[in-house]
């Protein structure tokens, strides 16, 4: 159980400023029986109809519905689109102070009309002339009063005109001034404005309308990614592939991951990529995850997106459910499923836990634990009992033989995790294959780590880390002096004989 008296610390400091174009998406449904006698032309027999932020405001709900704080930046028409948007947006608790409400400039309005799954037709209303330098001068006051305490940004730009080249050029240059991560998605095809964003995510069409160059071949597609990160001075690339996934590339390295799509049927690809700019966003800036981690779970949501129909958002047991059905992990799919954790899924089972109960206390631990014994069980009950939620992080057997040597261990890591999955006190178990459990902490940020009385806290991994987020070091007493060690000691002695 999870108590009610426990300290709590947020992922990350301030809301997420998100600026860009506005739009406010119609979806028209109903069942086509008959031509029109007027002209060749399906005549759509209304059943629904249905509104829905989009642009930039779809990116907003959809950080929103991961539990992020969110401000909200673009224009507005005077007029009832307008306001309809403004009242769907504040339905999800996002700060729409910020937007500018410009007389004369409609908001956008794209009506898709669908009969039978099918879209029939798309009629959008919109102006798309780039705001004038007064409008241009007021968005980036609004925008300076909010950029040093947010947690990070993100630029929506489906060139509508909001995000002229001045006013991009002036955000991403405050931005950086505060070492603020921005990143963009941009519809224009010569986005030399965007020089200096964090991460920019291009589909593939538009990877390929940005660098003049055919993707026939994925290694056409590497040699435009680079040439595009290269050319804006990006860290990291996020290309989208539609059914086939996502590729990522970064800048310090020469290899390309790439994340195979799992989407068995296609139900509708609107505001899909809307749906991975914001997973991304909130994964690398409120989660706090490596951008392989914020990645992987991108694509992970961008395949649930392209499942359901019209503009939806993503939340995070949605997500955690998705990633535990589609792990990669062999031991995922051997071991318990209720303890067996991959660091990805572990984070969204952390965040969970934190919006539904606040107060909660993370703790963590971490060991090789080869030939679990009594001492491991009375050292992980006390570790439990200092807090909510005990996770193991537990060495792999290339970390252990890192650590011990070739002859260790001795029981297989498969076998760990499972034996360590079977104590009540143990509430997550996750391999990790490094040498010691930093990233892990870093990732983590519990509120205790935990070690034995064996280690002084200067010899404590991440000590440093977690004091100086808040969290505390605890070294629990050992007092029965067995170890796995001494057992195989005693093993060979009398078998020896």
Same mark, same amino acid.
């Given at each position: 159980?999870?108590?009610?008296?426990?300290?709590?610390?947020?992922?990350?400091?301030?809301?997420?400023?998100?600026?860009?174009?506005?739009?406010?998406?119609?979806?028209?449904?109903?069942?086509?029986?008959?031509?029109?006698?007027?002209?060749?032309?399906?005549?759509?027999?209304?059943?629904?109809?249905?509104?829905?932020?989009?642009?930039?405001?779809?990116?907003?709900?959809?950080?929103?519905? !991961?539990?992020?704080?969110?401000?909200?930046?673009?224009?507005?028409?005077?007029?009832?689109?307008?306001?309809?948007?403004?009242?769907?947006?504040?339905?999800?608790?996002?700060?729409?102070?910020?937007?500018?409400?410009?007389?004369?400039?409609?908001?956008?309005?794209?009506?898709?009309?669908?009969?039978?799954?099918?879209?029939?037709?798309?009629?959008?209303?919109?102006?798309?002339?780039?705001?004038?330098?007064?409008?241009?001068?007021?968005?980036?006051?609004?925008?300076?009063?909010?950029?040093?305490?947010?947690?990070?940004?993100?630029?929506?730009?489906?060139?509508?005109?909001?995000?002229?080249?001045?006013?991009?050029?002036?955000?991403?240059?405050?931005?950086?001034?505060?070492?603020?991560?921005?990143?963009?998605?941009?519809?224009?095809?010569?986005?030399?404005?965007?020089?200096?964003?964090?991460?920019?995510?291009?589909?593939?069409?538009?990877?390929?309308?940005?660098?003049?160059?055919?993707?026939?071949?994925?290694?056409?597609?590497?040699?435009?990614?680079?040439?595009?990160?290269?050319?804006?001075?990006?860290?990291?690339?996020?290309?989208?592939?539609?059914?086939?996934?996502?590729?990522?590339?970064?800048?310090?390295?020469?290899?390309?991951?790439?994340?195979?799509?799992?989407?068995?049927?296609?139900?509708?690809?609107?505001?899909?990529?809307?749906?991975?700019?914001?997973?991304?966003?909130?994964?690398?800036?409120?989660?706090?995850?490596?951008?392989?981690?914020?990645?992987?779970?991108?694509?992970?949501?961008?395949?649930?997106?392209?499942?359901?129909?019209?503009?939806?958002?993503?939340?995070?047991?949605?997500?955690?459910?998705?990633?535990?059905?589609?792990?990669?992990?062999?031991?995922?799919?051997?071991?318990?499923?209720?303890?067996?954790?991959?660091?990805?899924?572990?984070?969204?089972?952390?965040?969970?836990?934190?919006?539904?109960?606040?107060?909660?206390?993370?703790?963590?631990?971490?060991?090789?634990?080869?030939? !679990?014994?009594?001492?491991?069980?009375?050292?992980?009950?006390?570790?439990?009992?200092?807090?909510?939620? !005990?996770?193991?992080?537990?060495?792999?057997?290339?970390?252990?033989?890192?650590?011990?040597?070739?002859?260790?261990?001795?029981?297989?890591?498969?076998?760990?995790?499972?034996?360590?999955?079977?104590?009540?006190?143990?509430?997550?178990?996750?391999?990790?294959?490094?040498?010691?459990?930093?990233?892990?902490?870093?990732?983590?940020?519990?509120?205790?780590?935990?070690?034995?009385?064996?280690?002084?806290?200067?010899?404590?991994?991440?000590?440093?880390?977690?004091?100086?987020?808040?969290?505390?070091?605890?070294?629990?007493?050992?007092?029965?002096?067995?170890?796995?060690?001494?057992?195989?000691?005693?093993?060979?002695?009398?078998?020896?004989?």
């Amino acid at each position: 159980m999870l108590s009610e008296d426990s300290a709590a610390r947020p992922y990350a400091e301030g809301p997420l400023l998100v600026v860009g174009d506005l739009i406010l998406d119609q979806f028209i449904r109903g069942s086509v029986k008959r031509i029109s006698p007027e002209a060749p032309v399906p005549v759509v027999e209304q059943q629904e109809a249905a509104f829905y932020p989009g642009g930039a405001a779809n990116v907003a709900c959809n950080l929103a519905a !991961l539990g992020a704080s969110v401000v909200l930046v673009g224009a507005i028409g005077d007029d009832e689109e307008g306001r309809q948007l403004i009242c769907s947006l504040s339905q999800s608790k996002i700060d729409t102070s910020l937007i500018q409400v410009i007389p004369g400039r409609p908001t956008s309005l794209k009506t898709r009309i669908i009969a039978e799954q099918q879209q029939i037709v798309r009629v959008d209303r919109e102006s798309t002339a780039p705001l004038g330098e007064q409008d241009v001068s007021r968005v980036l006051e609004a925008i300076q009063g909010c950029l040093v305490g947010c947690a990070g940004l993100v630029l929506s730009d489906y060139n509508k005109g909001f995000l002229t080249p001045s006013l991009v050029t002036a955000i991403i240059r405050q931005a950086q001034s505060l070492e603020k991560t921005v990143i963009a998605d941009t519809k224009h095809q010569v986005p030399d404005h965007y020089c200096g964003v964090t991460a920019l995510t291009p589909n593939m069409n538009e990877l390929q309308l940005c660098t003049g160059r055919l993707l026939r071949s994925p290694s056409d597609v590497d040699v435009a990614a680079r040439e595009l990160m290269t050319k804006i001075q990006a860290s990291v690339l996020l290309v989208t592939c539609g059914q086939d996934g996502i590729k990522l590339y970064e800048s310090g390295s020469q290899q390309s991951t790439h994340f195979p799509g799992h989407a068995r049927i296609v139900a509708d690809v609107s505001g899909a990529g809307d749906t991975v700019l914001a997973v991304f966003t909130w994964a690398l800036t409120i989660r706090r995850s490596s951008v392989h981690q914020a990645a992987k779970l991108a694509n992970h949501a961008g395949t649930l997106a392209v499942s359901k129909k019209g503009i939806s958002t993503i939340d995070v047991n949605e997500l955690l459910s998705f990633v535990m059905d589609h792990s990669t992990n062999s031991l995922d799919r051997r071991l318990s499923p209720s303890k067996n954790r991959t660091l990805e899924q572990l984070l969204l089972e952390i965040h969970t836990v934190r919006q539904s109960q606040p107060s909660a206390k993370i703790v963590f631990t971490n060991g090789c634990f080869d030939m !679990l014994h009594a001492e491991h069980v009375s050292y992980l009950q006390k570790a439990k009992a200092l807090g909510d939620l !005990l996770l193991v992080g537990l060495n792999s057997d290339s970390s252990v033989r890192q650590i011990k040597g070739n002859r260790r261990p001795i029981i297989p890591e498969a076998q760990r995790v499972q034996t360590l999955a079977g104590l009540d006190c143990v509430d997550f178990v996750v391999l990790f294959d490094q040498e010691t459990p930093l990233d892990l902490i870093q990732a983590i940020k519990p509120d205790f780590l935990v070690k034995g009385s064996d280690y002084e806290l200067h010899q404590v991994v991440g000590r440093d880390f977690v004091e100086a987020n808040g969290g505390r070091v605890k070294l629990l007493p050992s007092n029965q002096g067995i170890s796995t060690t001494k057992i195989i000691q005693e093993i060979m002695d009398r078998y020896s004989e």
